[in-house]
């Protein structure tokens, strides 16, 4: 079946410094990602969805320059969390689309992000 | 716009009792329906997916749910449940009724099974 990987699974960074998230699709080409953000004891929050080759559409109350994504080709989008701080601090989840879109294999979540900013 | 409801934030059951885990949902297009568990520290594991095919729906684990338009419920379900079915429940619908869309996720169920 269609596999997302997300690296790194665990991150601990100093308050003022960048991290990058990866998220691949190993088995197939994802035209649509979406990034999830997951604060202890509560449900996902839709981040941005980033589609292949264009810029990421951010929800409202996201602000695009802290969490920039990329999806430069159709297995790999980044989330880069710039100038983390404490309040950044958060699970950080991935998912994908095939390119056949929900009628195959659907929605595919990468196993996520703990990102601790000190 | 789509929304979801799951009723009741934390359900406790006991061993080999029946599992009702509850999911209303609010679409103004045919929605597309979904439930994941998530274990602690780890991403979402689809249990199982209503398309607009059949209303009666079965995932994995033994879970299965019911689409009732009527309702606008897709409670999930397991007649007996094991331990190891205690995380965290999601339920949620498609942005959009089609390939592609936002995934609305509800609030999510703790379930807790007891010895």
């Known amino acids: 079946g269609a596999v997302v990987s997300q690296h790194p699974s665990r991150v601990i960074c100093k308050s003022g410094t960048s991290v990058k998230i990866e998220c691949r699709s190993l088995?197939?080409?994802?035209?649509?990602m979406f990034w999830y953000r997951q604060f202890p004891k509560q449900s996902l929050m839709l981040m941005a969805t980033?589609?292949?080759?264009?810029?990421?559409?951010?929800e409202q109350g996201v602000e695009k320059d802290k969490f920039l994504i990329n999806h430069a080709s159709l297995t790999l989008s980044t989330l880069t969390v710039t100038s983390a701080h404490p309040e950044d601090s958060s699970f950080y989840i991935c998912?994908?689309?095939?390119?056949?879109?929900?009628?195959?294999?659907?929605?595919?979540f990468g196993s996520g992000t703990r990102l601790t900013v000190v | 716009a789509q929304s979801v409801t799951q009723l009741g934030s934390h359900v406790s059951v006991s061993e080999g009792a029946l599992v009702l885990l509850r999911c209303n949902y609010s679409?103004?297009?045919?929605?597309?329906l979904f439930w994941y568990v998530q274990y602690p520290n780890q991403g979402l594991q689809l249990l199982l997916k209503?398309?607009?095919?059949?209303?009666l729906v079965k995932g994995i684990n033994g879970f299965e749910a019911e689409f009732k338009k009527s309702e606008t419920s897709f409670h999930l379900t397991k007649p007996s449940a094991h331990m190891s079915d205690a995380a965290e429940y999601f339920c949620a619908v498609s942005g959009i009724s089609g390939n592609t869309g936002k995934l609305i996720f509800g609030q999510g169920t703790t379930l807790q099974v007891k010895p």
């Open positions: 679409s103004s297009v045919p929605p597309y």
């Open positions: 088995d197939f080409q994802a035209t649509t």
């Open positions: 980033s589609n292949e080759g264009s810029k990421a559409t951010y």
């Open positions: 998912s994908a689309i095939p390119g056949q879109g929900l009628g195959s294999s659907g929605y595919t």
């Open positions: 209503y398309t607009s095919a059949a209303t």
